[in-house]
């Protein structure tokens, strides 16, 4: 019979493979956006390289927090 902690870890290694299984398929790969989403610059390579996942500069990006941050 199982006790508490072996019940935890199954729980933990099912909602970890879950996790990974439903990660978006383009982690890792180097499918960097180059243009902003919202002023239409250019990301520089810097935070692409960073932040691979990033769709707006850094301007924009601290923007779209402060708005966040706002609506809070």
Same mark, same amino acid.
């Given at each position: 019979?199982? &006790?508490?902690? &072996? ?8 909602r =970890?493979?879950?996790? =990974? ?7 890792? =790969?180097d =499918?960097?956006?180059t243009?902003? &989403? &919202? %002023? ?9 390289q960073?932040a691979?996942?990033?769709?707006? %500069?850094?301007?924009? $990006? ?7 941050? $706002?609506?809070?």
């Amino acid at each position: 019979m199982a &006790d508490n902690a &072996d019940i935890a870890t199954e729980i933990m290694e099912r909602r =970890l493979e879950g996790a =990974l299984a439903n990660r978006p398929r383009w982690v890792g =790969l180097d =499918l960097a956006a180059t243009e902003c &989403d &919202d %002023c239409g610059g250019e990301i520089p390579a810097a935070r692409r390289q960073a932040a691979p996942w990033a769709i707006t %500069c850094i301007e924009c $990006q601290g923007i779209r927090e402060r708005r966040a941050a $706002q609506r809070r």
